[in-house]
């Protein structure tokens, strides 16, 4: 029987009415939809094929269109909405956002050096065990505080000055890896943060459809996330494919935080927050020494930008004995790799004839040291390249260089020219036998008609028939 309803300050209260069907349903599918989210973007194993999920997800859209009081700020239909805004609301973060010391010493000794530190600073003797680290990687992207209260994300804000940041709450709902409601037993408040960044594939195919737009391409893929993120119209932002990893926390309420670095990391996992793999328990200088050399042979195999890694002692007990020094942690350095990309000038164009006859524009430049080693040419790819990044001969230029890949001019720096400086034309006749310079209709390269008559071509075709990947012949 039901119970007799309540009289509360002279007025009755009814008793709670159990929810309607629409309601429940709403509900299974919220939950079911950020479950399928879950396995798709952070474990990378969807369990449904896409146009299943979809289905799932025009259901909820329609029973939120019929019963707008269904609709919950955790709802995955509230990703991508959100109206155009004037700028960005100032948030003052609870816990400041502070940034760690770098070692620039990107040899092991730069590991070494912050090892006996913090050995000296814990009173540590040769006697006492090493030390235990959580060492992670330093991704190049865009720091942000995510704000969630009884498990649902309210808030999302940049960096700013530490101290204080700006709301870019609509633009984060659009990343799929960020989920909007956490998982299991929640804390009141969880400030979770992170590292918003674009995956490398990600990139290349934005700049791919960029091209096909004809519209501009983007320089490198931190810079790309950092304007997606700071994108006045989520729309927009939405369709800049951005990810993110977790890594830390600010404000805590309501949670006994795990007694060590590595612990957090994996209750954060848990809670359904997307952290990456690439991270260990390290012993003393040793353990450090090998994870940043590990590290260093996969560098250019990972999916997204890294530039360095990440040392942080892994107790609680002895961050909090270390403290802090001048607003930066103690007990964490980020310990770096040689820069992929250099500032330099390019002090001429000229052209290089391959095996195939393709006629490649590559800069002579200043030479500068990128990527382990000194720079001094770069490819430009093609004409059509060379003009959507605007490079002529005294520009200063970004050049990258990762791992075995050929040397490339990624764009260049905005100021005005002294003086007026023509565009590169691409040569009529080949520098190397005279022949022809064609390009095929619709093609974006442009070749030497010579073919093995060309001694540029000929000498490349033997080179390649020796080589590793044909014959091996040493």
């Known amino acids: 029987a039901m119970s007799q309803p309540v009289l509360f300050g002279g007025s009755e209260l009814a008793p709670a009415s159990a929810p309607s069907p629409e309601a429940e349903r709403a509900a299974a599918l919220r939950e079911l939809l950020h479950a399928h989210a879950h396995r798709y973007y952070v ?24 019963h707008p009081e269904l609709l919950t700020p955790d709802s995955p239909t509230q990703r991508v909405l959100g109206k155009v805004l004037d700028g960005f609301t100032p948030v003052r973060h609870a816990v400041p956002m502070l940034s760690i010391r770098t070692e620039t010493d990107t040899e092991a000794s730069g590991a070494e050096a912050f090892d006996a530190r913090i050995r000296r600073e814990l009173g540590l003797t040769e006697t006492d065990p090493p030390v235990a680290y959580a060492a992670e990687l330093k991704f190049d992207g865009l720091a942000i505080n995510l704000r969630y209260e009884h498990g649902v994300l309210v808030t999302a804000a940049t960096r700013g000055d530490g101290e204080q940041g700006e709301d870019v709450t609509q633009n984060i709902r659009t990343v799929g890896q960020i989920p909007l409601k956490l998982q299991g037993a929640v804390p009141e408040v969880l400030e979770v943060r992170g590292e918003v960044y674009m995956r490398r594939d990600d990139f290349e195919a934005l700049n791919q459809r960029q091209r096909e737009k004809g519209e501009k391409t983007f320089v490198n893929p931190r810079n790309t996330a950092a304007g997606a993120v700071r994108q006045l119209d989520p729309a927009l932002a939405a369709q800049r494919p951005l990810s993110f990893y977790a ?10 935080e795990p007694a060590t670095h590595s612990g957090l990391l994996d209750a954060l996992a848990a809670m359904g927050l997307p952290v990456c793999e690439h991270r260990v328990v390290a012993q003393g200088a040793d353990g450090l020494i090998e994870f940043h050399r590990r590290i260093a042979a996969l560098r250019d195999g990972l999916p997204f930008d890294i ?16 403290g802090f020094v001048s607003r930066e942690p103690r007990w964490a350095v980020a310990h770096k790799y040689p ?8 002090e001429a164009i000229d052209v290089q004839v391959g095996r195939t006859g393709a006629i490649t524009p590559v800069a002579r430049l200043v030479p500068v040291f990128v990527g382990g080693t000194t720079v001094s040419n770069a490819t430009l790819h093609n004409v059509f390249e060379l003009r959507r990044k605007g490079v ?24 005005a020219r002294e003086r007026y400086i023509p565009n590169f034309h691409m040569l009529r006749a080949c520098p190397v036998c005279g022949s022809a310079v064609l390009r095929e209709k619709g093609g974006i390269d442009h070749r030497c008609s010579g073919g093995i008559f060309c001694p540029a071509q000929r000498k490349q075709a033997l080179l390649h028939f020796a080589g590793r990947r044909a014959m091996d012949i040493e």
């Open 43 to 66: 474990l990378d194993d969807p369990s449904i094929p896409d146009a299943e999920y979809d289905k799932l997800f025009a259901e909820l859209q329609a029973l939120e269109a019929a």
């Open 307 to 322: 530039d360095g890694v990440v040392y942080k002692v892994n107790s609680r007990a002895q961050q909090q004995r270390l």
């Open 247 to 256: 890594y830390g926390l600010g404000q805590v309420e309501g949670w006994a």
């Open 339 to 346: 820069a992929q990309e250099q500032l330099t000038q390019v």
């Open 392 to 415: 002529r001969v005294g520009d200063q230029v970004i050049v990258r260089r990762a791992g075995d890949v050929i040397p490339e001019v990624v764009g260049k720096v905005d100021a």
